[in-house]
């Protein structure tokens, strides 16, 4: 405490400004810290021999290398003789569209933030998350891989083709093989040098391919008027006969569209290189639409000329009748293809390596581990893996199998893109600010709808394989992700964490907890908005009566010392075992003491933290919450006043009763009977917890017996809520061995068997199982109770529906009427049981077994012939117990009948007028002290619960 009165200060401590300045000191070393951390980031390093790329280099020729590929020579033109010159440009237009809008898409959350290495799985988990990111990623690389094979088999093709006498053995195949691997290395071995000699040979490529397409584009202008065999030149009368199908047996449109869209696959190829771009979110936008447009007026061309230029037959029966069409010479297009076949190859091999090592160095998948470069190094290891992986495909030969899943994967991945942009578009996020503006969430909607589309319209089975390896993938990466959010979560929270390694423990998890909460979330959009909206439209009635939900608010214990969560008996237990069966939600709320300072408000954050990791453990489903107040009472007065949300606010207060009451000061004692008169006030159910021995967690301690439920000269206290606790805690695996005793303590002139009955119908209609034992004492025998309570008569009568007040033996006719009606329509006919024995009376003294043993009526009481007890019987239950010092009974009757549960459940005394706290506390502590486990409710006259009806 700061000095004001003159007094001159120890010397040997510092002043307190010094603390704040010191503190400030740090914050702002903090936040340096964190700016040049990202500036580091913002400016990484380059690496060894690394070449930043521009929008040309660096996403344009990639992309237009990727998608001018084999396809455009060898397949357009049997497409466009099977399918027609119209269908044919349907069929590019198709692919094209897709490829446009999945651009369009990439475009606009590439410029949502800074992109880093990793390409299009880094843009995707920024987005959607590290699990659909990972999906991406891994789609992608497996896609790439298979399609470097497919395009060296396509060069190995065109140059048999060119060169017949180039042979190894006798078997076409081998020679394939043998070639194919030759020229796989060969490329590796460019990709394992680095990228800068990608690019040189990336220009070296996409020169040959474009020569190699305008020869065909001269070829046909050129045989215009000068027929050569099957290549007639571009005439009406070949236009004319080409423009309508012919398909032949075994093809049809959607496998033409299947051959056709591997050539349209890679608009991404750009975007795999960003790590290598000077500026990926400037560059990527429209170096990639570019060269998707460029591409596609290439396609169209290619349709409508060579379609219009040469006969049909030769189309169908010659594969490289491009050659024949191309002028001057047809070299030109062999050499055209090989290097189409060996740029698009290389740029799949170069991005494919930079994929894999983004999502080896997030752990997303354990195997990957080993394979993650250092920084500033090349993938080198995983370089190798794709060439082993590629080489792997390549022996087999033949890809006419491996195809479809090729297109699957490309279009699930463009599915997932689209998605993600028309999510985030759609929703509005503040967060969602791309600087590409040329795009709407329909366009993004729209391309999702036609990827979808074409998956099951080109083969709906190997859709579903595409669609299934994606939904195996995100499952184990969740299930990763998990696993990394819980390995350090081993150790008990129930023992206190006092020392300074369990500590550590637990910041590391809170660490954990929080990096995870950073993580983008695809649904997270989705929740909040659906979140919102049912907030807006839920009303005060929406969770009342038969649509009551336990809604907690625990008043739990934080150390002052290390704002370690104090467990009190175990009681954080019947939060999570409530809430299993009850499907409410709970707030586990503690107070930090002292003035509203920055030092006080991160001693909050960090028990926030804390309790999030035991909530965690306790599988609880709620929310953390810590204050800070000038004092503990202040603080927890205020969270009962204002925690909550709208109408969904909590109904239920729980907290647990002082363990040391003889420590406890005068003024701590007073402050808590203000809480428990302060949740009544405020409407809502209290809930006093009091335990000799640690509520059972479920897992190493399970308990048996019984739980005994005490309605004190009161029938249906808390409307019924105090037989409810019992039942969503037995629906827990901690208390399903046990069973319900409800015990009635009513006057000696309540009429027992009509009691007894009544009560057993409510029970049965209710759904709830119970034995009803009842006891009779005389109001004065319960001062706690009879002082401020009221009579069995007057509480059923508040439920009676008539206005006036009936009898007690009248009203409990018409009650049973009435829940004779309930059991009619809801229960099947029960036969008439036996009658009971005269010697069997409701409450039997044993000397030995004394222990509350009572019969049962039957369900069809009715029926029934009641035998009536004998006055000296009815009033030898209670007469011959002691009574405590505050001169009452139930003490004595607590200890006889329930000392020996697990638990009892019974309503709070209210204080008496002429109590102080001190004395009501101590009235209390004597009543329950013979009673290892207590819940204490106090009704508040608003519970909404319907028990039976």
Known sequence: MSDTSGVARNTSQPPEHYDDVREELQKMAERRKRSQTLLQKSKAPLRPGQTLLGTFMGVYVPTTQNILGIILFIRLPWITGQAGIIQAAIIVSMGCVSSCLTSLSMSAIATNGRVSAGGCYQIIKKSLGPEFGGVVGILLFLSNNFGVAMYVLGFVEALQDAFPGITISDDQANDNRAIGAVTLIFLATIVYVGISYISKFALLFLTGVITAIFSIFLGVFVHTGVPDGAVVGLTWDNFSENIKPAYTSGNSFATLLALFFPAVTDPLAGSNLSGDLSNASVSIPPGTLYAVLTTTII??????????????????????????????????????????????????????????????????????????????????????????????????????????????????????????????????????????????????LLGMLICLGMMFFISWYFAMSALVLSFFLYKLIERQLGKKNVELVAHDTTVERSDESNNRMVEAQAAQLEESAERADWASGIRFNKVRTALLGLQEHDYEFKYWRPFVLFLCKVSPENQQYVPQRGMINLIQQLMKRGKGISFVAGVVEGDYTPANVQLAKSAVKCLKVIMREKKIDGFPEVIVAPTIYEGQRFLIQGKGFGVLRPNTVMMGFPSDLDNMSEKAKKNYVNIVKDSATAGKTLIVCKGTVDFPDGKEVIVSGTVDVW??????????????????????????????????????????????????????????QASVHILQMDASDAPRYTSVGKSSHESLTKFSHSPSIMGLTDY??????????????TLPESPPKEEVPAEDSPFTQDPVNNRGVSHHVSQSSKEKKKVPMSEKDRRSSCNFLTSDKYGSRLTAAFKKYSADSAMVVLALPKQQRVQTAVEYLDSLSVLIADLPLVMMVQESGMERIQLYG
């Open 299 to 444: 396609f169209l061309s290619q349709v409508v000329l060579t379609g219009g230029s040469t006969l049909r037959s030769a189309l169908l029966d010659d594969k490289l009748i491009v050659t024949k069409v191309a002028w001057p010479f047809p070299e030109l297009i062999y050499g055209g293809i090989m290097l189409s076949t060996l740029g698009a190859g290389l740029q799949s091999l170069a991005g494919a390596p930079r994929l894999l090592a983004a999502i080896a160095r997030d752990d997303l998948v354990p195997v990957l581990r080993p394979l993650v470069p250092l920084p500033g190094q090349e993938p080198r290891k995983i370089v190798i893996l794709c060439c082993f992986i590629s080489m792997c495909v390549l022996m087999l030969g033949e890809l006419d199998a491996v195809a479809p899943f090729i297109t699957m994967w490309f279009l699930t991945c463009y599915s997932i893109i689209n998605g993600a942009c028309f999510m985030l578009s759609y929703e509005m996020s503040p967060g969602f600010r791309p600087a590409w503006r040329y795009f709407h969430w329909s366009a993004a």
């Open 711 to 768: 309605w004190v000269f009161d029938l249906l206290p808390a409307r019924g809520l105090l037989l409810l606790l019992p039942y969503l805690l037995q629906q827990h695996r901690a208390w399903r061995h046990t069973k319900t005793r409800l015990f009635v303590v009513t006057g000696y002139d309540e009429p027992m068997e009509q009691l007894q009955s009544i009560l057993e119908d409510m029970l049965t209609a209710s759904g709830l």
């Open 812 to 825: 409990l006719h018409a009650v049973s009427l009435d829940i004779q009606d309930i059991k009619m329509e």
